[in-house]
């Protein structure tokens, strides 16, 4: 068991942090606003994290909390990315559909090219020796955190759901127009749409950086952008548990298949292709059709009333 | 709330078990692990470097392994991204239980992935990683791969022997490419301190496939030399739009720059340009001239830097094992200790290795004797060479 948690101890703290990068899509979904931000809020996060934890200035302040330095650096990061999430998400927001996407991207790019210009980012090779949370020396030590946020956000979205705000970002997705007429003010329930999710990847970022012991721009890439939102659409993007199936399943599929070497690129491609052809809803979206009990089968036929004994 | 403790319970009993482990020995044959990019957009380094470790294998194990024991490389893919170099890394030294750990390729990646060999005490030596800051990860880092800083002064120094007259300079970069951002400054620095003028610096992107912003400020500047750090493809474009937009001068490439990939997108402009190496086919021991020759027939070229490194990697993992193996059979090691113990002998060891004699610092800093600088001669638009100036 010890050797198991050795070896996939990294694999398994990944497919968490894929699942909560994927809920972090899924807020903004929820209200119908297709962002592509989330890799950029979680590089930030991850730098936030980075510096308070590497750079000199905050010696004194890491010498006088200690351990607590660490829940510090996801409450800055958290607070941070909710700032920068409403700061970016109020004009962005007035966009719609794939121009909202393009401007978020534009966000992530924004990002990438000041964190490789500023000295303080470390430039291109980034910030790294960034010491371990709470002393942890093996990498799947990580679940104690990454596994209570996970289920602490799993919780999250499932009371949100059922809340106003949960049905106001709903009545948003399926028709802004009349959601507006109906009194929701909908950029006000996108803002914090995207907010909620800005904050969730920043906390991952936060949280990530002494995980992979380094970090650097290449965190924040449109290639990142892209994979998030793959897993949101391939686990299903109507359900709260498709981001975290999609996340680790796609995350999963590469490093399982390391026996078969290059072909295991070949077999990441064909689950896309495959998933995105044949499950339109996703996975989770399939298996909930699957589980639906069928619609009521048509009523027998009434008995044709009885000809012959008819009396004529 | 529930759920959580028993997530803490569960893990602190994990942890006692794991103190409980037993000791293995040592497989036969000895697994050395490489950790290189075999896919992503690094593996055209990455393939190089398999190539050069695979025919440390063959030739090693044919002149009797081990001292009579036979070792062997277990290859994992690392990629070009962090997490994949972390996962390979894992799996070397859990699954596979590997002696030592040649990789991974980028710098970047080294600095998420040699913490984990670190604290786990396993032996790393970097092929190609030339950061500053690698080889101070921790005690069990070290690489084979001289840093930036010693390597690319000594293009300047030719450029000046080879023109005289050389006073204003212009540099440009990749600013997204770690390397590129790393070398640059090392060529500013030396610029400076050979009293030339720093006339402009242009930034660019790996991406980026038109220059002329960046080659009209060189050409508005007047300079005798131009030094450009960035990749293969970039790079030889803006050699290229340098050349075509009248550009006469010198042009000095970095080690992005240091491979035949960059032929066939400038093609005959390439000719001329300077570049420092860490490497040379030409180098006299006789480590490097079997290594040249059994190259050649198999590939019909001259072995690249890359090649070279990884091969001295391994041979030094090897020819340290050997000298433990003289103290106490390998066979009879348990491998937790034969880790510490390899970790020590390589630091004190020397190796004649086709980079030619290396050694290490005790922070596990590469001590090179020779540098080279070659010049691109290009034939005809397709083909080409480094010529290596003396």
């Known amino acids: 068991m010890s050797d198991f948690l050795q070896s996939y101890g990294f694999l398994i703290v990944t497919l968490i942090q894929a699942g909560l990068l994927g809920l972090s899509l899924y807020f903004p979904l929820m209200a119908g606003q297709l962002s592509l931000a989330s890799p950029g809020f979680y590089a930030l996060g991850g730098y936030v994290a980075a510096i308070m934890l590497t750079n000199p200035a905050f010696a004194g302040l890491r010498d006088t909390l200690g351990n607590g330095i660490f829940p510090l650096t996801w409450l800055a990061a958290g607070l941070l990315c909710a700032l920068a999430g409403v700061i970016v998400g109020v004009p962005a927001l007035r966009l719609r559909g794939i121009y909202l996407a393009l401007a978020t991207i534009a966000f992530v790019e924004i990002l990438r090219v000041v964190s490789l210009n500023l000295s303080i980012t470390g430039g291109a090779i980034g910030i790294f020796g960034i010491p371990q949370a709470f002393g942890f020396q093996d990498r799947w030590q990580y679940l104690l955190i990454f596994g209570p946020l996970l289920a602490l956000v799993l919780a999250f979205t499932y009371m949100l759901q059922k809340s106003r705000v949960g049905r106001a970002f709903r009545a948003i997705r399926e028709d802004e127009l009349a959601a507006d007429a109906m009194g929701v003010p909908p950029t006000q329930y996108k803002v914090l749409a995207f907010v909620i999710g800005a904050v969730i990847a920043g906390i991952v970022g936060s949280m990530s950086a002494p995980f992979l012991n380094t970090w650097n721009a290449k965190q924040g890439t449109f290639d990142a952008s892209i994979a998030i939102l793959a897993f949101v659409l391939i686990g299903g993007s109507r359900s709260m548990w498709g981001p975290v199936v999609g996340g680790a399943l796609l995350t999963a599929v590469p490093e399982l298949l390391r026996f078969l070497q290059d072909w295991r690129l070949v077999i990441n491609g064909l689950v896309l292709v495959i998933a995105s052809l044949y499950l339109p809803q996703g996975i989770v979206g399939a298996l909930a059709k699957l589980r639906k009990s069928p619609p009521p089968a048509r009523p027998p036929i009434a008995p044709a009333p009885d000809a012959k004994g008819g009396t004529l | ?390």
């Open chain 2, 1 to 390: 709330m529930n759920r959580t403790k028993l997530k803490v319970s569960a893990a602190a009993v994990l942890a006692v078990t794991a103190g409980l482990a037993f000791a293995q020995k040592v497989e036969s044959p000895v697994p050395i692990g490489v950790a290189v990019a075999q896919t992503s957009n690094t593996a055209l380094l990455g393939q190089e470097q398999v190539i050069g470790a695979r025919f440390a294998e063959k030739f090693l194990n044919a002149r009797g392994g081990i001292n009579g024991t036979p070792f062997k490389l277990v290859f994992q893919d690392a990629a070009g991204d962090e997490n994949s170099a972390i996962n390979a890394f894992q799996n070397l030294i859990t699954k596979e239980r590997v002696v030592g750990i040649v990789g991974p390729t980028l710098s970047q990646q080294a600095f998420a992935a040699d913490p984990i060999a670190d604290r786990a005490k396993v032996p790393v030596l970097g092929p190609s990683n030339t950061a500053k800051g690698v080889p101070q990860i921790g005690n069990y880092i070290a690489r084979v791969s001289a840093p930036v800083a010693v390597v690319a002064p000594n293009a300047i120094r030719t450029a000046l022997r080879l023109d005289p007259k050389i006073k204003k300079v212009a540099v440009l970069y990749a600013q997204n490419d770690a390397f590129s951002t790393s070398e640059t400054g090392t060529f500013q620095e030396t610029v400076k301190a050979q009293g030339l003028t720093l006339s402009t610096v242009q930034k660019f992107q790996t991406t980026d496939t038109d220059f002329t912003t960046q080659v009209t400020a060189v050409l508005n500047a007047d300079v005798d030399l131009a030094i450009v750090s960035g990749l293969a493809a970039d790079g030889g474009n803006l050699v290229k739009q340098l050349r075509q937009l009248g550009y006469k001068g010198l042009i000095i490439g970095g080690n992005g720059l240091n491979t035949s990939n960059m032929f066939p997108v400038c093609q005959k402009l390439c000719d001329g340009v300077i570049i420092a190496q860490a490497y040379s086919p030409s180098q006299p021991s006789a480590a490097n001239q079997v290594f040249v020759k059994e190259y050649r027939a198999q590939y019909k070229k001259d072995p690249p830097q890359f090649a070279a490194q990884a091969y001295a990697g391994v041979q030094v993992f090897v020819e340290a094992l050997r000298a433990v193996d003289r103290k106490k059979k390998i066979a009879t090691w348990d491998l937790d200790d034969l880790r510490v113990e390899l970790n020590k002998q390589i630091l004190v060891g020397k190796y004649n290795t086709p980079l030619g004699l290396i050694a290490f610092d005790k922070e596990g800093e590469v001590v090179q004797k020779d540098f080279y600088v070659a010049q691109i001669k290009m034939k005809d638009a397709k083909t080409g060479s480094f010529v290596f100036l003396k």
